[in-house]
């Protein structure tokens, strides 16, 4: 038996950041073969996006997938199959079969050459064991990924240190950006060593100031030292930009599976189109083992307004910690503590910041060095920077949300609903951070399910995955009582669109896929506000729409009854007309002598003589009330946007129109007279 500590021979170990994320690449989105393409192509569509709008130039973007089986791929790479000998087939064929509980199958069911090329190859015939194999050749896959833009382009001595050394970046500090930890396309780099050991491919032409071309474009082959982190340049050189092209080619070769999340990266572009609709988009994939499954995906620009970049600010009080005052501190320029306080922190003027040194009692005064604070006197001032109720709010005004507008158009181009409403709420802060939530809510529109579906963006980058648990969707599921804005939640096919953009995202999990739900209460409330503002919006329509509606089942069901009550009418004069014709005198018209006369006789002449003429018959009179209720219907529809209005001007109260016969009423002063009928509207009925 061994004896001693089994971890007495332990030895410490560093690991540098590109290391460390190689190792746990899920960390950055690199989840699996599939995620891993997706992660690859939105990270950089996203850094294309960066590059338009850093100069202001509408993006055009295009990114193409070209699908590679292992043959293709060892072929592109300038490799041998180590799977096959000089005669095309295994060396070693027990290699290729997998030992069960049954025991090892027989050398002779190892495939020929040609079945063994075609397995390899994803092409030929569909044999049994080609079948059996489908999984596996698809997780075996392999993409070549360029995509293409017309932005800054980067400078030739930077290109190797932008791509290629982990967690570098210029997005540190407080403003809005897509990205911040520096990882995105240095991960794709990664990715592409890890699976394929590729190096990537750049092509780029700086421009140096907005509107001026440069003379030269940069060629770089790029690898990465994973275990220095840094850069690993294969080759580097300048040539003449004769087409005077502006922007940045980036081609990779990386393993992937395009079957299980060709949904998810389509989904992804055409919610970019939506957060996006001043960008040109096209998608191209290519299997050319396959090319029935080609495919070619393109979203035009919509728009030419982009929004105003994001500007940065300084770190507000109540949103530092020890690490960042501690880190200010060293940075400063300033001689002074409150020169500190007051330069280098948002929000504090010179009078409060002589308050604040003044709270913080013995051991601070104004004229001391920031040097001379050490660790418990940090700790002091940021606890009271953090209980201090009197500073500024931080405003909204250094955030670049897309606009209403934009969202709108976005909306309108890629889903075509029938109403969409579009709102947004008014800068607020969460620990600190400014944010500003925009949303929108549209009904009806092509590919939408019944239902509530949620989209979600933070900071202008559509979030796709775990949005169970987002503030977006726990709002839209649960704080809004749709029914109250004339809403069908369960059958109206309903789209919710949720933007957030900020200095700071609280995301929750380490894959930055959703916003944190409950414990946001500052995110929630903007949330809610700003999609019933949208759904008081569309309430206005829906309620015309709906009375509309309305007036159309009324004029149905009018429609309905008119050949019975035709034929109703019709049996009444005809009775009359048998009534008169059995009669002498007008006095015995009515059976009942206790009964007054209720028709003018000249009237009630000239009716019969119309039905004993034939001119007045059941059809006629089907035909006179169909046009009545079509022209009562056209005018009601005509008038629906103006009838609440009229109503209030004419003061009068609408009543309901009866048809009873005419000698129930005892007045009449209203009567409408007609040729064929004499309406009176029913005021009070007595009962003796």
């Known amino acids: 038996m061994p004896s001693g500590n089994p971890h007495q021979n332990e030895i410490q170990v560093s690991k540098s950041p590109a290391e460390f994320f190689a190792e746990n690449q899920a960390i ?7 995620k891993s393409l997706y992660t690859t192509i939105r990270e950089l569509v996203e850094n294309s996006l960066d590059a338009c709008e850093s100069v202001g130039i509408l993006p055009s973007i295009s990114v193409k997938v070209n699908e590679l089986t292992q043959d293709e791929f060892n072929t592109v790479r300038g490799l041998t199959s180590p799977s096959k000998a000089a005669n095309n087939r295994p060396k070693d064929p027990a290699l290729f079969v997998k030992s069960g509980k049954k025991g090892r199958k027989s050398i002779d069911s190892i495939p020929d050459s040609t079945e063994f090329n075609a397995q390899s190859s994803n092409g030929g015939i569909e044999t049994t064991q080609n079948k059996k194999r489908k999984k596996k050749r698809e997780t075996e896959s392999y993409f070549r990924v360029i995509v293409r833009d017309n932005g800054c382009g980067m400078e030739h001595e930077a290109i190797p240190n932008l791509l290629g050394r982990v967690l570098s970046g210029s997005k540190y500090g407080v403003r809005q950006t ?14 592409s060593k ?37 850069p690993k340049v294969l080759e580097h050189k300048s040539e003449f930009n004769d087409e005077k092209w ?18 998810r990266i389509v989904s992804y572009l055409q919610q970019l189109a939506i957060i996006t609709p001043y960008a040109e988009l096209e998608l191209t994939y290519q ?17 030419e307004q982009m929004p105003p970049p994001a500007r940065e600010v300084k770190h507000h009080p109540s949103s530092v910690n020890n690490i960042l005052v501690q880190q200010l501190l060293e940075r400063t320029s ?33 004229d ?13 001032l940021v606890q009271l920077l953090r209980k201090v109720e009197l500073f500024k709010a931080p405003d909204g005004s250094c955030l670049s949300p897309l606009g209403e507008y934009n969202l709108n158009l976005g909306i309108r181009k890629v889903l075509e609903p029938d109403l969409v409403a579009t709102a947004r709420e008014k800068p607020s802060a969460y620990e600190g951070n400014p944010f500003i939530v925009e949303a929108a809510v549209s009904i009806g529109g092509k590919d939408v399910k019944e239902g509530i579906t949620v989209v979600r963006f933070a900071n202008r980058i559509p979030l796709l995955f775990e949005a169970g648990a987002d503030v977006a969707t726990r709002v839209a599921q649960s704080k809004i009582r749709w029914t109250n804005y004339k809403i069908d939640h369960k059958r109206d096919r309903i789209g919710v669109f949720v933007s957030i953009v900020s200095t700071k995202i609280p995301f929750k999990g380490t894959g930055k896929e959703y916003i944190g739900g409950d414990d946001i209460t500052e995110i929630q409330t903007s949330v809610k506000r700003a999609l019933q503002n949208c759904c008081q919006q569309l309430r206005i329509h829906l309620t015309k729409k709906h009375a509309l509606r309305d007036i159309k089942e009324r004029r149905s069901r009018l429609v309905k009854y008119i050949p019975d009550v035709s034929r109703s009418l019709f049996e009444v004069l005809d009775a009359m007309k048998k009534r008169r014709r059995n009669t002498q005198s007008t006095s015995n018209l009515i059976s009942s002598p206790t009964k007054r006369l209720r028709v003018n006789n000249d009237s009630a002449t000239n009716i019969i003589k119309k039905i004993q003429s034939h001119e007045l018959t059941e059809e006629s009179i089907k035909k006179c009330l169909l046009k009545t209720v079509e022209t009562q219907s056209a005018g009601i529809e005509d008038g629906a946007d103006h009838s609440k209005s009229t109503k209030q001007k004419s003061g009068k109260h609408v009543q309901p129109l009866f048809l009873v016969p005419t000698y129930y009423c005892d007045s009449g002063d209203d009567d409408v007279t007609h040729p064929l009928f004499v309406f009176r509207p029913l005021g009070r009925v007595t009962t003796s």
């Open 178 to 191: 897509r990205g911040k930890f520096g990882l995105g396309a240095k991960m794709a780099l990664i990715w």
């Open 194 to 230: 890890k699976s394929t050991n590729a190096p990537i491919r750049i092509k780029t032409a700086h421009m140096k100031n907005p509107g001026e071309v440069g003379s030269h474009f940069s060629m770089c082959v790029l690898d990465i030292d994973i275990y220095k982190n840094c």
């Open 287 to 303: 299997n050319f083992t396959e090319p029935q499954r080609d495919m070619r995906i393109q979203y035009d620009r919509r728009s």
């Open 28 to 34: 950055a989105g690199f989840d699996n073969m599939g």
């Open 334 to 366: 300033h001689d002074t503590l409150e020169k500190f306080l007051c330069k280098d922190l948002a929000a504090v003027s010179p009078a409060l910041s002589k308050r604040l040194i003044a709270e913080l009692g013995s051991g601070f005064h104004d």
């Open 246 to 263: 502006i922007g940045t080619e980036v081609e990779l070769l990386i393993a992937g599976n395009w079957t299980t999340y060709k949904a």
């Open 368 to 380: 001391m060095s920031p040097s001379e604070l050490n660790d418990k006197k940090v700790t002091k």
